[in-house]
C-alpha cells in the first residue's frame, strides 16, 4: 500500500474514508468509556435509528474498529467495544470547539439572502 494521499490504495484514504462517515466517529466515541450493548448506544446517541446502528456497528466490525462481545449464558445479549480511532475522533472535536461557531457563521452567512449572489443549496 502507499502513502500518497491521492492514490486510491493510500492508508491515510482508508482513514479519511472511516472518519468521513458521521455515524463511524459518532459510534466510536459513544463506545470511548468501555463497552455497551446496542440498547444503551441508542439512549446515548440522539438521532440513530436501529438499523442504522446495526449497520453501523456490523461495518465497524468488518474493519476491525469494534469487537462484538456475546454472553456466553445469554447468546442473545451482546456488548460492542471500540478498538481504535479516538485519538484521530478527539483531535476532530476539539477543532470542532474552537472553529464550530465560525463555520456555522459562516453558513448561515453564505444562506442569508442576497440579491447579488444566486442562490445556494441552503
Same mark, same amino acid.
Given at each position: 500500500? &502507499?502513502?500518497?494521499?491521492?492514490?486510491?490504495?493510500?492508508?491515510?484514504?482508508?482513514?479519511? @474514508?472511516?472518519?468521513?462517515? &458521521?455515524?463511524?466517529?459518532?459510534?466510536?466515541?459513544?463506545?470511548?468509556?468501555?463497552?455497551?450493548?446496542?440498547?444503551? %448506544?441508542?439512549?446515548? +446517541?440522539?438521532? +440513530?435509528?436501529?438499523?442504522?446502528?446495526?449497520? &453501523? %456497528?456490523?461495518?465497524?466490525?468488518?474493519?476491525?474498529?469494534?469487537?462484538? #462481545?456475546?454472553?456466553?449464558?445469554?447468546?442473545?445479549?451482546?456488548?460492542?467495544?471500540?478498538?481504535?480511532?479516538?485519538?484521530? +475522533? @478527539?483531535?476532530?472535536?476539539?477543532?470542532?470547539?474552537?472553529?464550530?461557531?465560525?463555520?456555522?457563521?459562516? #453558513?448561515?452567512?453564505?444562506?442569508?439572502?442576497?440579491? #447579488?449572489?444566486?442562490?445556494?443549496?441552503?
Amino acid at each position: 500500500m &502507499t502513502t500518497n494521499a491521492f492514490l486510491a490504495d493510500c492508508r491515510a484514504r482508508l482513514a479519511f @474514508d472511516l472518519l468521513s462517515n &458521521t455515524w463511524n466517529a459518532v459510534v466510536l466515541w459513544a463506545l470511548r468509556d468501555g463497552p455497551r450493548r446496542p440498547v444503551e %448506544l441508542r439512549e446515548r +446517541i440522539g438521532g +440513530i435509528s436501529s438499523k442504522v446502528l446495526t449497520e &453501523t %456497528l456490523r461495518r465497524l466490525q468488518s474493519n476491525g474498529l469494534v469487537d462484538r #462481545q456475546t454472553d456466553n449464558d445469554h447468546p442473545s445479549r451482546v456488548e460492542y467495544q471500540g478498538r481504535t480511532l479516538l485519538a484521530p +475522533i @478527539d483531535a476532530v472535536g476539539a477543532w470542532a470547539f474552537k472553529y464550530g461557531d465560525e463555520v456555522m457563521a459562516a #453558513q448561515e452567512a453564505a444562506c442569508a439572502p442576497n440579491p #447579488q449572489r444566486p442562490r445556494s443549496a441552503c
